[in-house]
């Protein structure tokens, strides 16, 4: 017994870096969990104040903030820099003015920023050891990973998106959708390099997905360095939530002309995320008993949003505590995105007993005519197809919904802990004793 004790103590540990609470602060989460947490560095992390605040007060911006913490993750093993955050996103609205170039140049400015903060706190640690593990984000922790790795640190980098190969998707559908979104996407080379140094630096580069690994794969980052880490949600179930939903409302016969079929979209309203196409199978269905909420951030043009037919809403941002009320609202869930690291968005529809319809170009999570449908994307047609198939049968709807909330259990804080235990052990250490 005390061998292995001696041994968990000799364990290294893992230090994280992440801007924003991305994922729910999914992996320092599964470390801290495990106890293979060191320590977490953020930009951003609410306290007792801003949380407070948060409830308090409406306004967007303080609630969202506010939602920049965990319960499961203590404040004792997290450093941030709020006040300096603050300043950091002014400086990305500063910079993002002029266009989208400006706006890619932010995000490596930002990045670097983040990252010397992160290293004077290193730095300043009266103990570094000198081997252990980091994991961080793209675009923000080049920087880290150099000092750290000097230091006989293995280091893991997650890819959140599939880099240049999406972006030229992107341009290629403004070309098919012109006028939709408000300019016209221009990335710069010094944020692709920034990348390629990333890539080139880590020892494992993380995706969340197939779709991406091939993608970068295609972009030149070596087999062996790849490792696909699905994304995980965890949501407490309420007395009169999913399962009693979808077992019994459902399992009536619905009456669709007093209560349409809910189908919800929840992402930035972009072309990526496939709305042009969500519009266009609305447009379809408009003689249907259905609904259409699209929620988020919206960035296509006011004259796209016009575009929309009446049996479609657009409802403009949600602040994370509200995201729980449309999903509960919903009937369906759909994706019909062109590219997508995961999109996590799913595993959270599905946590609320959501079937999902999506499409193959992100996280593999729906199983076609199971708990969803998998659908080509730019296919309006197959999207109209799949939730008529809702409409003529509420049997299939309750089924699927149930073997959702069934799926979404597979995505637990575990699972990604158990990922990176291997990829930990894997890499092995760089000690320098």
């Known amino acids: 017994m005390a061998e292995a004790r001696i041994r968990m103590q000799a364990t290294p540990k893992w230090i994280c870096a992440q801007m924003g ?77 002029p266009g989208v170039t400006e706006r890619y140049l932010g995000y490596c400015e930002v990045g670097k920023r983040f990252t010397a903060a992160a290293i004077r706190h290193l730095r300043a640690l009266p103990e570094l050891p000198d081997e252990g593990f980091f994991f961080g984000y793209d675009t923000a922790s080049l920087e880290v990973m150099q000092f750290l790795k000097d230091r006989g640190f293995r280091c893991v980098l997650d ?46 580069v993380v995706v969340n997905s197939e779709w991406s690994r091939q993608a970068l794969l295609l972009q030149g980052v070596p087999a062996e360095k790849l490792v696909v880490v699905p994304l995980c949600y965890k949501k407490d179930v309420q007395p009169g939530d999913a399962w009693e939903r979808s077992s019994g409302l459902f399992q009536s016969i619905r009456n669709f002309k007093k209560d349409p079929l809910r189908v919800l979209f929840l992402g930035q309203v972009m072309l990526r995320k496939g709305v042009q196409y969500l519009v266009e199978a609305a447009r379809l269905m408009q003689s249907d008993p259905v609904r259409f909420d699209v929620v988020g951030p919206i960035q296509v043009s006011a004259k796209a949003v016009a575009s929309a037919p009446p049996n479609l809403v657009f409802h403009g941002r949600a602040t994370r505590d509200r995201i729980s009320d449309w999903y509960r609202k919903a009937d369906v869930f759909v994706l019909p995105t062109l590219s997508d690291g995961f999109a996590i968005t799913q595993i959270e529809a599905m946590a609320h007993g959501l079937p999902v319809i999506a499409t193959p170009n992100c996280g593999t999570v729906v199983s076609d005519g199971v708990d969803g449908f998998v659908v080509p994307p730019r296919d309006p047609e197959a999207l109209a197809i799949a939730l008529q198939r809702y409409l ?18 597979q995505f637990s804080l575990s699972r990604v802990a158990g990922h990176l235990r291997e990829i930990g052990c894997g890499l092995g250490t760089n000690s320098k004793s």
């Open 392 to 409: 003529e049968s509420a049997e299939v709807l309750a089924k699927q919904g149930r073997a959702a909330l069934i799926k979404s259990g």
């Open 159 to 204: 890819q959140i998106d599939p880099g240049r190969t999406e972006v030229e998707l992107v341009k290629a559908e403004q070309m098919l959708w012109p006028g939709w979104e408000k300019s016209v996407l221009d990335v710069p080379d010094e944020f692709y390099e920034r990348h390629y140094q990333e890539w080139a630096l880590a020892d494992r």
């Open 21 to 97: 609470g991305r994922e729910h602060y999914a992996i320092p989460r599964a470390l801290h969990a495990t106890g293979d947490l060191r320590l977490c560095l953020t930009d951003f992390y609410a306290g007792n104040l801003t949380r407070a605040l948060g409830k308090r007060f409406s306004a967007k911006p303080i609630r969202a903030l506010a939602a920049r913490n965990h319960a499961d993750l203590p404040t004792d093993v997290v450093r941030s820099w709020n006040l300096r955050c603050l300043g950091w996103e002014a400086t990305l609205r500063r910079m993002a003015r």
